[in-house]
C-alpha cells in the first residue's frame, strides 16, 4: 500500500510539472511585441542633374583678382657636361636649381663604354687622351692600348690622360669601371693613335723649304752670273784679234 501510494504522489508531481512548463512557454510567446513591417521607399536620382553638379564643381575655377598674374615652372635639364671635368657634382647643381641631370644607371649595373673624343700628340711629347663619360655610375677609368704598355687608371672625375711610348698605329681604348665590372669595347670607345703635325712642325716645314730655295735661288744666279761674265770675257778677247791681224790666240808677236 505504502508503494502504490509513492507511485501517485510522483505521478502527480510529474503531471504538476508538466503543467507548469506548459503555462511559461505560452507566457512567453504571449509577452513578445508584434512583429511590425517597415516599408522602405526608394527615391530615384537624377543622374545627369547629380553629373552636372559634379562637373560644375570640378570645373569651377577660384576668382581671378585683376591684374593678377599666374607663373608655371618648368623644370630645365642641368648644365651638364659629359666632356668636361664637372666642378661641381650634377646633384648638387640639381638641388640648388631644381634641373634635372641625365639619368645615371645604379652602381650594381654594369656601365656603359665611354666615348673617346680625340687622340692626339702632346707639346711634350705625349699621347694625349679625351673622353667622355658614360650615363653610369663610375668609379674609376682605365686606358689600354694593344703595344704591350702597361694599362693607367684614372679617377671618375678624370676626362683627360697623358700616355707615355704610345707607338704609331697602336689601338687605345678608355673603359668604365665600377663595382661590377668594366664596361666592353666598342668602336667609340677605342681608336688608333695617328699622330698629325702642329702647327710648329708645319711652320717649320715650311721655313726650311724656304731656306733651301733661297739657297737654290743664289747658286743659280751665281752660276748665271758666272757664265755671263765668261762670254763676255771671249767677246771681248775676240773684238781684239779682229781688229789687229797680227794678233793670234796661239802666239804672241
Not at 695617328?194 to 708645319?202: F, I, M, V
Not at 751665281?222 to 796661239?250: C, F, H, I, M, Q
Request: contains cysteine; hydrophobic residues 35%.
Amino acid at each position: 500500500f505504502y508503494r502504490i501510494k509513492m507511485q501517485n504522489l510522483t505521478l502527480l508531481l510529474l503531471a504538476l510539472s508538466m503543467d507548469f512548463l506548459l503555462a511559461a512557454s505560452v507566457n512567453l510567446l504571449t509577452s513578445r511585441p508584434p512583429v511590425t513591417k517597415t516599408r522602405i521607399r526608394y527615391i530615384g536620382v537624377d543622374d545627369e542633374d547629380y553629373g552636372d553638379e559634379e562637373t560644375s564643381k570640378l570645373t569651377s575655377k577660384a576668382p581671378v583678382k585683376p591684374g593678377a598674374t599666374t607663373t608655371h615652372f618648368t623644370p630645365q635639364d642641368c648644365e651638364y657636361d659629359p666632356c668636361v671635368v664637372p666642378k661641381v657634382p650634377c646633384s648638387v647643381i640639381a638641388a640648388q636649381t631644381k634641373c634635372y641631370c641625365p639619368g645615371i644607371t645604379g652602381p650594381d649595373e654594369w656601365p656603359s663604354a665611354p666615348d673617346i673624343k680625340e687622340l692626339k700628340q702632346g707639346e711634350s711629347g705625349m699621347v694625349e687622351v679625351h673622353w667622355c663619360a658614360p650615363q653610369s655610375t663610375v668609379t674609376f677609368y682605365k686606358v689600354i692600348t694593344d703595344d704591350g704598355n702597361e694599362p693607367q687608371i684614372f679617377s671618375n672625375s678624370s676626362r683627360t690622360g697623358l700616355l707615355q711610348g704610345v707607338k704609331v698605329g697602336s689601338r687605345v681604348c678608355v673603359v668604365a669601371g665600377n663595382n661590377v665590372g668594366l664596361s666592353t669595347s666598342s668602336e667609340t670607345s677605342c681608336t688608333f693613335f695617328q699622330p698629325h703635325k702642329s702647327n710648329r712642325e708645319l711652320e717649320m716645314s715650311w721655313v726650311i723649304a724656304g731656306v733651301i730655295g733661297l739657297l737654290l735661288a743664289l747658286v743659280l744666279a751665281a752660276v748665271l752670273l758666272w757664265r755671263w761674265r765668261r762670254g763676255r770675257k771671249n767677246g771681248s778677247v775676240d773684238g781684239e784679234g779682229l781688229r789687229n791681224p797680227s794678233y793670234t790666240t796661239n802666239e804672241t808677236l
